[in-house]
C-alpha cells in the first residue's frame, strides 16, 4: 500500500490499518447458492496492502474470472482477546461498506488460503463513509451492491449465520484484535463477475434506524491490466468448476450442469431405508445441519418410503407477457417430467402457494412410466385423487383445481431452488416418510447413513434393555458401563 493509500485509508478507520480477516460463508441466501450450511465461521486473511478507497481496481492480464463481493465491513476499536458474543460488538469502533473482490483463475494455486487470488493490490476496497458503532443494530443494517446501476445484491443482518458479537469473540479466542484490524463479515446472493468498464458500487445502510444513517456508495471501476503474471509463479487457469463458482450458477456462466458424480447405488438405497427419517435428521443436526427439511407437505403414500436425487424445477409468480413466453408448448415443466429417470425426485419451488395446481394427474403418470421415485411440490396438485390412486409417492401442499397458469409460469429446471422452506439442488438426496422430507447434500449421505444405523443398533439395545426392566438412568444415554454392555451385546447378536 503506498504512502498516500495507507494515510488514506488510516484516516477513514482511525489508525493505521491492521489485519484484514474475512468470513467465508454468512448469510443464508449465499448458503444457498452455494449449496452448503456452515456449522461454524471459518476465515482468511487479506493483506493490509488490498485495502483502498474508491476508484479502480486491475483486473490482471490474462485472466476472465474477476469477481465482487459486497459486504459489511467492522472496524475494531479496541484491544480485543478471549471475549464472550455478548461483549464481542463492544471491540467494534465502525462500520463500512467493503468489496471482497477476487480472481478465481488463481483459486487453485492458493490451497485454500485465498491469498493471491484475493490479496492482490485494491482487492479490498472500503468506505467511503464510516457509521458509529454505538449508533446502530448491527442486526439492522442492510447491504446492496449495484454493477453498472443495475442491483445484484440486497440482504440485511437479520438472519446471518454469525451475527458480528459472536465472529469477534470466535476470533479473540486465539488471535489478539487490534485497533485498527478489519472483519469482512461475508457476502449475500448475487455476487458475480465483471468484467473491464464495469463499475460497482456497495452500500451499507440502516434503513430502520430512528435516524437513518448511510455509508454512501463504495464505487470501484474495473480495468484490464496491461502486465502478463511471470511464467515464474501460478499462471491463470479456470475451469468450469471456477467460473460456476465465479459467476454464481451454471446457467450465469453459460454452462450446462455437469452430470452428478454421485451415484445412488442399490445398496445404498437399501441402507438409507433401513433407518428412519427421524434418525437420519438427528445425525444432520448432529453435524449442523439445522435446515434440511421441506416442511408443510403431506403425501399421497404416507405409507411409502421415498429415496432419490433431486431434479428441480422452479416457478415464478405469473405474469401475463411471461406466460404468454414460457408457459405453452413443450415448456420446462414438461420438460423435467419428460427428462426425469430412475431414482429421480422431482423437487418443485411453488413459493408456498397452494392457489392452483402444479402438476396434475398426466405429468405424475409420466414420472411414474419414468421410473422416477418421487414427486415434491409446495404448491398444490390438480386431480388429487387420480394422483393419490398412483404408485408414485407425491408430497404436497394441497389438492387445487385451477390450472397451472392462475399462478405460475414454468420457467427453468435443474438449479437450485426453494421447497418448503428448504433449499434443494440437483443431486441432493431426497429421503421422504410418514415423519416428513429431508434433504442430504450428496458428500454426506455415507457418513450420516452409517452413524444413524448404529445408533438405531443402540437404540435397539437400549429398547432391549429397557424391556426387560431396567431404568433409563446411565442407559439412556449410555454411560461407561453401558457402552461396555452394549459392546458384549453386539458380539452376541
Same mark, same amino acid.
Given at each position: 500500500m503506498s504512502d498516500? !493509500?495507507?494515510?488514506?485509508?488510516?484516516a477513514l478507520v482511525g489508525t493505521r490499518p491492521g489485519k484484514v480477516i474475512a468470513v467465508h460463508v454468512n448469510y443464508p441466501s449465499r448458503a444457498a447458492q452455494r449449496g452448503r450450511v456452515p456449522a461454524q465461521p471459518s476465515y482468511f486473511?487479506?493483506?493490509a496492502s488490498s485495502l483502498a478507497l474508491s476508484g479502480e481496481i486491475e483486473r490482471p492480464a490474462g485472466t476472465e474470472l474477476l469477481a465482487f463481493e459486497g459486504e459489511i465491513a467492522l472496524i475494531i476499536g479496541t484491544r480485543t482477546r478471549r471475549v464472550s458474543p455478548a461483549d464481542g460488538w463492544n471491540a467494534v469502533s465502525g462500520v463500512t461498506a467493503s468489496n471482497d473482490f477476487g480472481v478465481y483463475d488463481l483459486r487453485y %494455486?492458493?490451497?485454500g488460503s485465498n491469498l493471491r487470488s484475493k490479496g492482490g493490490d485494491g482487492f479490498t476496497p472500503i468506505g467511503p463513509v464510516v457509521l458509529d458503532a454505538r449508533e446502530i443494530d448491527p442486526a439492522a443494517l442492510r447491504i446492496r451492491t449495484w454493477v453498472n446501476g443495475v442491483l445484484a445484491q440486497d440482504d440485511t443482518t437479520a438472519t446471518l449465520f454469525f451475527p458480528f458479537g459472536r465472529l469477534v469473540a470466535d476470533l479473540s479466542q486465539l488471535i489478539t484484535l487490534e485497533p485498527g484490524d !478489519? !472483519?469482512?463479515t461475508g457476502t449475500p446472493a448475487g455476487a458475480s463477475v465483471v468484467r473491464p468498464g464495469d463499475k460497482v458500487e456497495v452500500e451499507v445502510d440502516a434503513p430502520t434506524a430512528l435516524r437513518p444513517m448511510t455509508t454512501g456508495r463504495l464505487g470501484t471501476v474495473v480495468i484490464e491490466g496491461i502486465v502478463p503474471l511471470g511464467s515464474f509463479g501460478a499462471e491463470p487457469r479456470v475451469d468450469d468448476l471456477q467460473r460456476t463458482e465465479a459467476w454464481g450458477s451454471p446457467e %450465469? %456462466?453459460?454452462l450446462t450442469p455437469a452430470a452428478p458424480t454421485f451415484v445412488l447405488t442399490p445398496a445404498l438405497k437399501d441402507r438409507i431405508n433401513s433407518v428412519g427419517t427421524a434418525t437420519l435428521s438427528a445425525q444432520l443436526r448432529k453435524r449442523g445441519f439445522n435446515n434440511v427439511s421441506i416442511d408443510g407437505l403431506g403425501s399421497t403414500r404416507p405409507e411409502a418410503r421415498l429415496v432419490g436425487r433431486a431434479r428441480t424445477l422452479r416457478y415464478l409468480p405469473n405474469r401475463e407477457d411471461l406466460f404468454e413466453s414460457h408457459g405453452g408448448g413443450y415448456n420446462a415443466q414438461k420438460r423435467a417430467f419428460d427428462s426425469l429417470g430412475p431414482d429421480d425426485v422431482i423437487v418443485m419451488e411453488a413459493r408456498g402457494e397452494r392457489g392452483t395446481g402444479t402438476v396434475g394427474d398426466i405429468l405424475?403418470?409420466? %414420472?411414474q412410466v419414468r421410473g422416477a421415485a418421487g414427486i415434491v411440490t409446495d404448491g398444490g396438485v390438480r386431480d388429487l385423487a387420480a394422483v393419490a390412486a398412483l404408485d408414485i409417492p407425491t408430497y404436497h401442499a394441497g389438492g387445487h383445481p385451477a390450472v397451472l397458469g392462475r399462478r405460475h409460469v414454468p420457467w427453468d429446471t435443474d438449479l437450485a431452488i426453494a421447497?418448503?422452506?428448504a433449499a434443494v439442488r440437483p443431486g441432493d438426496v431426497i429421503v421422504g416418510d410418514a415423519d416428513g422430507l429431508l434433504v442430504i447434500p450428496p458428500h454426506l449421505v455415507e457418513e450420516v447413513v452409517a452413524s444413524a444405523i448404529e445408533q438405531e443398533r443402540e437404540e435397539g439395545f437400549i429398547a432391549e434393555m429397557v424391556a426387560a426392566g431396567h431404568g433409563v438412568d446411565g442407559l439412556y444415554p449410555m454411560n461407561a458401563d453401558w457402552k461396555a454392555r452394549y459392546r458384549k451385546w453386539q458380539e452376541t447378536t
Open positions: 498516500t !493509500i495507507e494515510s488514506a485509508v488510516a486473511l487479506k493483506p %494455486a492458493d490451497k !478489519i !472483519i469482512l %450465469a %456462466a453459460g405424475a403418470l409420466r %414420472a421447497c418448503g422452506g
